[in-house]
């Protein structure tokens, strides 16, 4: 005899904890949460989030009621703040996306992104702090803040991941941890009710009236890595959990849901190249190395292969990482000089770098192939960049750029002239696969029938058609909660279905 719920949510990182917690606000009495990681694993990727949130805002002082009291704490705290409409959002989307994103599914998420995070600090009982050592630049003794990108949840991801799972305690939200989902149940007419679950004690199967999946891509998944993006992503360090092995995409192809979105791509950050292939858990996201935009960066040929100025790096570290991981070695060094050494982020301060007098004995340090190259290559971008900091602004992108190389750096393109220098090593680290699952307005899975399967919902990173080629920083998290939200809320409507007298899987 099977267990009953109303509704069974597949992982437990923010998407799937969203879930959980509107599911129960909107009606749903018994609902479970199936971790597949140990209680000391739990979480999902959320944990090695910096847990910052993109969202829409007309007027900076809409942030106020995230952050109660922020003006006692930060004099001037508004003044480095600039609005970010809905349409600077979309508009950011499109960009980054070369307009691919889903029109429908970006525009819900703008509309909603405001609310959801509210709602994640009413309702989630979650803590917000500005997210200054990730977003923000000291000029002219004001904090300049990047658009969109001024609150983080307090203590990063841990912090909200943490609440999350208080939050479900407290609502009394029950989670089974060790438990890997490996099938969703369907009864005759095609109605997803419940999931065959394995635990310490056995497999069992557990019936619901909605299933609402957000157990994450395909990352950790070496074999799904290499089939769908490819053998230099294969081999890629993971920036996240070895739990996201692509189970809630394997369970719903096999009962017909459509895949979509990109998923030969991924969102790939730079990390530094001395971590293991997976980023230590207690280091969360401090293995990130997103300063690069002040840097030249040579691969082990000791050749530039991407404009590091192009745009700030909250827009490109996300196909950056995935550059990196396409160069020989799948390894990057990010060379700087003593002008720019104070505005790297505090994260590099989680390595020690290479430090020489001159660029000579910097490259000669260097674990890389043709170490002559890389001294012509540093030279000549010497010679074709700026020669004085006069305009240079690390709060925006500057115009700064060389003149003259076949690759220019379009933006920050100072010389590095002005020793000591320093090297930092970097290699692609994969957070998270864009290949998902198409899903309507509702959360609802779309068949490759065009209709939606009934009973089964989808949020967090099993969502296709969002990103395409690169990510803005901080939509994850509020994509995660938007769509967790909807997928909850709906998922607790089906509490009217009648549960299915036989439970068979396809």
Not at 349 to 359: E, F, G, H, R, V
């Amino acid at each position: 005899m099977h267990e009953e719920f109303d509704v069974i949510v597949v992982g437990a990182g923010n998407a799937a904890l969203a879930a959980a917690v509107s599911a129960k606000e909107n009606g749903a009495d018994r609902v479970v949460v199936l971790e597949k990681a140990p209680r000391e694993m739990r979480g999902g990727n959320t944990h090695w989030s910096g847990g910052v949130l993109r969202f829409a805002y007309d007027e900076p002082r809409e942030i106020g009621a995230l952050l109660p009291g922020i003006e006692d704490e930060f004099e001037n705290f508004y003044d480095g703040i600039s609005p970010y409409t809905q349409e600077d959002f979309h508009g950011d989307l499109m960009r980054v996306t070369n307009g691919r994103t889903d029109p429908i599914l970006s525009r819900l998420l703008v509309s909603n992104s405001q609310a959801t995070v509210r709602w994640m600090k009413d309702t989630g009982a979650i803590k917000m702090e500005p997210a200054i050592s990730l977003s923000a630049v000291k000029k002219d003794n004001v904090m300049v803040w990047a658009r969109g990108l001024v609150v983080r949840a307090a203590h990063e991801g841990v912090g909200l991941s943490r609440s999350w799972f208080s939050t479900c305690e407290r609502m009394g939200i029950e989670v089974r941890y060790g438990n890997a989902v490996s099938e969703l149940l369907v009864d005759d007419n095609g109605r997803v009710v419940g999931v065959k679950t394995k635990d310490e004690e056995g497999v069992r199967s557990l019936g619901a009236k909605a299933v609402v999946l957000g157990c994450g891509g395909f990352e950790a998944n070496v074999q799904m890595r290499t089939q769908h993006i490819g053998p230099l992503v294969g081999a890629a360090k993971v920036r996240g959990t070895p739990h996201n092995q692509g189970d809630g995409l394997r369970m719903a192809l096999a009962i017909g849901a459509m895949p979509w979105g990109q998923w030969s791509g991924c969102h790939a950050t730079p990390i530094s190249a001395d971590w293991g292939d997976f980023a230590p858990r207690e280091m969360t996201d401090r293995s990130n190395r997103l300063s690069y935009v002040y840097s030249v960066m040579i691969n082990r040929k000791g050749k530039r292969f991407v404009d590091e100025g192009e745009d700030g790096a909250l827009f490109t570290y996300a196909k950056f990482g995935r550059a990196i991981l396409a160069e020989p070695g799948a390894k990057a060094y990010q060379l700087f000089d003593s002008k720019v050494i104070h505005l790297l982020e505090p994260r590099y301060s989680t390595s020690d770098p290479i430090k020489a007098n001159s660029l000579e004995d910097l490259i000669a340090q260097l674990d890389i192939d043709d170490k002559v190259q890389a001294l012509k290559t540093v030279q000549h971008y010497n010679h074709h960049a700026r020669a004085s900091d006069e305009g240079f602004d690390p709060t925006k992108k500057d115009g700064l750029s060389t003149n003259g190389l076949d690759l220019e750096k379009t933006n920050w393109a100072l010389r590095l002239d002005k020793p000591p220098y320093y090297a930092y090593s970097a290699t692609g680290g994969i957070t998270f696969t864009f290949g998902g699952l198409k899903i309507n307005e509702n959360a609802e899975v779309i068949g490759t029938d065009w209709r939606p399967i009934k009973g089964l919902y989808c949020c967090g990173e099993l969502v296709g058609g969002l990103f395409y080629d690169n990510y803005p920083a901080g939509t994850g998290l509020v994509s995660g909660a938007t769509f967790g939200r909807i997928a909850g809320r709906n998922a607790a409507s089906q509490q009217s279905v009648a549960p299915a007298k036989a439970v068979a899987s396809r």
